[in-house]
Structure formats: C-alpha cells, structure tokens
C-alpha cells in the first residue's frame, strides 16, 4: 500500500524525468559547405549547392565569394524576407570579400528536419531577385520546390532582417580553415 510519502516521492521523480532541460543537439561532425557567390552558375549570384539535404547536428558552414552576399533565413511563401517573427538564422553583411574567399564562414547546427529557405539580401544587383536562394531539407514529395521559390523571389521586395548591416542571429561567426 502506498504511503502518502512514497506517492509524493514517485511523483518527484516524475517530475525530474519529465521536466528535463531540451538535451544539446548532438553534434553528428558532418560539415555542409555552400559557397555564396559561386561562379558556377548565373554569373556568382548562386549557392553552390543550392539543394542540400542535411540531418540534424549536422553543421552548415557558409563559404562567402566575391563580393558582399549575406545569407537570410526566409519562408517559402515569402522570398526575399526574413521570418516574420524574427526567429530566423541570419549572417549578416560580414563577408565582404574582392578576391577568393572572406576570411570567415558563417556556421550553424542543423537543429530540425524543416525545410530551411534562405536567400542573399544583397540589394545592389538584385541578389534574390536574380536568383540568389538555396534550400536545406526541401520536402520533395511536395511542391514547395526551390524552382517555385525563385520564380516568386523574381517580383519580391528584398527586406533586411535587421537594420544594422551587421547584426548576426542563429549561427556563428568562425574562422575560414583551409581543408
Ligand atoms: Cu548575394
């Protein structure tokens, strides 16, 4: 028979398994690197690759070409424009560069299986525009597809995230180490 005391204890317990902090994401060491401003494609307004599929812990490490692209998290349903909540990953104008890659990259953890949308707000040039987006986890049984985006991205209005240029959110700022 239970004691009020051992029933009181039992629910602590309880309470402590259920009640835990949300554990670290755990690290899986797979690094995905996207370069901005590849000259691959679309004369270096492109993310190199521009479709990437990544698990969680994963790391996304942004490598920034010439000249002064950002990378802004945005939904699909509006290209060219931060979250609406403010929540989104962003980079910054920190990555200038005239020749080679900037000395830094921009990095952060894959924390969710959602489709992650993001896009260059660099104005002069028309960056988004142009066609200057990628996608991490695309849904590809659905038809939210990178092709739709941009073609929306080609009428749309680019928005800053923030109003210092150099204001970053959601990832860090880290030395670029040669291979
Ligand atoms: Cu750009």
Redesign the pocket.
Known sequence: MFTTKSLLLTAASFLTLTSAAPQAIKSTGVVHRIF??STVENGG?HFEPQNVVASIGDAIEFHFLP????VVQSSFDKPCEPLADGSGVFSGFNFRTDAGEAPNVFRFTVKNNEPFWYY???TN?D??QKG?SGVINQNFNGDKTLARYKEKAKTAVTKQPSADPLKFQGGEIVPNKPL
């Open positions: 901005a401003g307004l000249k002064n692209h950002t260059c707000s660099q040039g960056h988004c200057m």
